[in-house]
């Protein structure tokens, strides 16, 4: 009886494992599902574009100031002149583009405020009678502004502890206006009068006539006459070529915002009035012109970097596989 049971088990067993051999071996066949694609790599938005700003205070060298004064005997030995621009300020934004890590540049414009221009002549006029001599004094007075747009480039020398030196220079060209401009001039000479205590009689015997000569006062002191007036002048706005060097630090704040102190040396070439005119007078005067304008800056920048890393898209997800049909193995 217990033999029997012992075999019926071991069919059974036997049964089993035939039927579940076939799916084991299926199962073998499986390979597990391949690893998930790795992301895309990160992208750069921008490139290495920026936007700067900058604002500053000037400080104008003497610029060569002529006018011509058409007084006869006024040799340029005998002229000393005495010029100069006010100081200013000055406010301006560009674009620019990072081209390496050591290498960029910009386009800028910007407008520098209105600022005192004035200027002076002294001149020694000819001699009169008894050695008197003569002097005049011209002093001018009026505004210069000024627009100019540079195309610069930068050497970035190297970051130490996120400062970066920097050397560059640009050209361009300044749009210079001179404005309310105008001239008083003033000339003194000795006073003359008739000489009555001295006759000087013809040889007719005629009535006697009188020597124009100097006048003196009663302690035998010349007395001398001035005589003034004022001219003015037309404003007027003028081109020229304009060009700099710059020397500075940068700070990065962060990758994308640094902060600049700079120097800058500007030369803004040359400007000059419309042309003159006395009121009550027709005719007009030759223009005044300026030339050689420098400008030494001290500047404070803003640069903003529009680039940065961002995610990549990722691609579209694989719909799911439809599976095939059961197929029954038996």
Known sequence: MARSKLNALVRSLTLVASVGAPCLAAAADLL????????????????????????????YTRPKYSEAYDYTGYAESNRSFGNEIGSGGF????????????????????????????????YRGPDYDDGLGSYGVNKSSGHFDSAVVLANAYFDLGTWYG????IGG???????????????QQFTSPTYGYDYGNPVYGCDCGAPSYNYKPVYDSNGNPVYNTNSGTKFYKDKSSGSFAWALHAGLAYNVTDAFK??????????????????????????????????????????????????VVAAPLPPLMPEPIPGPLVRKY
């Open 163 to 166: 400062i970066t030196p920097f």
């Open 91 to 122: 406010a301006g934004v560009g674009v620019g583009y990072q081209f390496t890590p050591f290498f960029r540049g910009d386009i800028t414009g910007e407008y520098r405020y209105a600022t005192g221009l004035r200027g002076s002549e002294y």
């Open 170 to 184: 640009g050209v361009g060209y300044a749009f210079n206006h001179i404005s309310s401009y105008s001239t008083n």
């Open 259 to 308: 902060v600049e102190l700079a120097y800058r040396y500007l030369n803004l070439g040359k400007a000059e009035t419309g042309a003159g005119y006395v009121p009550c007078c027709t005719g007009s005067l030759q223009a005044i012109k300026v030339k050689d304008i420098e400008a030494h800056d001290v500047k404070i920048g803003l640069r903003y970097y529009l680039g940065g």
């Open 32 to 59: 597990p599902p391949p690893p998930p694609p790795p992301p895309p790599p990160p992208i750069e938005v921008g490139g290495g574009w920026y936007l700067r700003g900058d604002v500053g205070a000037s400080i």
